[in-house]
T-cell receptor
Framework: AQTVTQSQPEMSVQEAETVTLSCTYD???????LFWYKQPPSRQMILVIR??????QNATENRFSVNFQKAAKSFSLKISDSQLGDAAMYFC???????????????FGKGTHLIIQP | DAGVTQSPTHLIKTRGQQVTLRCSPK?????VSWYQQALGQGPQFIFQ???????QRGNFPDRFSGHQFPNYSSELNVNALLLGDSALYLC??????????????FGEGSRLTVL
């Protein structure tokens, strides 16, 4: 079974600074999807960014980018120019390869609580 | 365009009781997945429904069951509640044809407390 590990229970960053959240995973599969989700106090999980394992180029979405190291099974999230609205729980998630349709179940890490200091 | 809606938002039950949680998927979506998120933990996959059938299931006992209706809405039922079932239950919807590339849209969850 796949596992996802987030070793930082909590991170704090000054507004406008850059912060990196770490994630490692364990899998024997060669093709898969990785995700970062944000969960603010409203509880609704929101997709931040996704990475396809067969793509070597790191995904980027505005101020959010990832550093995907497939051999090391590492998938970190970098948030540039941090804003107060970025404060939330951030979860790293893994999805197994397509096996017949639909969106297969995600395996989540335990999350990192990101605090933005004004 | 309404997103994923869940009801109720909060509920309290006692051990041994049964509970039903409801979910309406985002417009245009036909697949519903359920997750359990215990306090301080990441969500855990319970099961997924498509075409009114359970398509995939996580490591949860048979006390957890579900249903999907012709309008794609879904219910999660938990029987013989245990204290450990206290959690936030999240519903997520997607389009089956999008396969694994499809983004999951989550609701705000139902907070279940078992006393």
């Amino acid at each position: 079974a796949q596992t996802v590990t987030q070793s930082q229970p909590e991170m704090s960053v000054q507004e406008a600074e850059t912060v990196t959240l770490s994630c490692t995973y364990d899998t024997s599969e060669s093709d898969y999807y990785l995700f970062w989700y944000k969960q603010p106090p409203s509880r609704q999980m929101i997709l931040v960014i996704r990475q396809e394992a067969y793509k070597q180029q790191n995904a980027t979405e505005n101020r959010f980018s990832v550093n995907f190291q497939k051999a090391a099974k590492s998938f970190s999230l970098k948030i540039s120019d941090s804003q107060l609205g970025d404060a939330a729980m951030y979860f790293c998630a893994y999805r197994s390869p397509f096996s017949g349709g639909g969106a297969d179940g995600l395996t989540f890490g335990k999350g990192t609580h990101l605090i933005i200091q004004p | 365009d309404a997103g994923v809606t869940q009801s109720p938002t909060h509920l309290i039950k006692t051990r041994g009781q049964q509970v039903t949680l409801r979910c309406s998927p985002k417009s245009g979506h036909d697949t519903v997945s359920w997750y359990q998120q215990a306090l301080g933990q990441g969500p855990q996959f319970i099961f997924q429904y498509y075409e009114e059938e359970e398509r995939q299931r996580g490591n949860f006992p048979d006390r957890f069951s579900g249903h999907q209706f012709p309008n794609y809405s879904s219910e999660l039922n938990v029987n013989a509640l245990l204290l450990g079932d206290s959690a936030l239950y999240l519903c997520a919807s997607s389009s089956y044809t999008s396969g694994r590339t499809g983004e999951l849209f989550f609701g705000e969850g139902s907070r279940l407390t078992v006393l």
